[in-house]
Nanobody
Framework: QVQLVESGGGLVQPGGSLRLSCDVSGFTLDYHAIGWIRQAPGKEREGVSCIVSADGSTYYTRSVRGRFTISKDNAKNTVYLQMNNLKPEDTAVYYC????????????????????WGQGTQVTVSS
């Protein structure tokens, strides 16, 4: 049974940092891409970042490049999203999700199409 559980969200001031964690079970990170997706109220979901299993390549949407870092610990079956210099426009519910079907990276990032999703964690950036 595939499960993803996010944690680490919260309220932070602009310019602050948060680290999100995604604990996965039922599959191994060695073989599947995993990504972070966010959805703000009234907006469509947005692919934020993705890490590919094969060679560990990472991808970011333009608005977070240079501020967010995705990483994974295969031994712990955990994926992280380190978020620095947070801005109010980063406020959203953040989800981690995994692709089992081997979709192209552009589909994962632009359409945020994944097979299994976590429940999400709220990130609020406000003074």
């Amino acid at each position: 049974q595939v499960q993803l559980v996010e944690s680490g969200g919260g309220l932070v001031q602009p310019g602050g940092s948060l680290r999100l964690s995604c604990d996965v079970s039922g599959f191994t990170l060695d073989y599947h891409a995993i990504g972070w997706i966010r959805q703000a109220p009234g907006k469509e979901r947005e692919g934020v970042s993705c890490i590919v299993s094969a060679d560990g390549s990472t991808y970011y949407t333009r608005s977070v490049r240079g501020r967010f870092t995705i990483s994974k610990d295969n031994a712990k079956n955990t994926v992280y999203l380190q978020m620095n210099n947070l801005k109010p426009e980063d406020t959203a519910v953040y989800y981690c999700a995994t692709d089992i079907g081997g979709r192209p990276i552009d589909v994962l990032m632009t359409r945020a199409e994944y097979d299994y999703w976590g429940q999400g964690t709220q990130v609020t950036v406000s003074s």
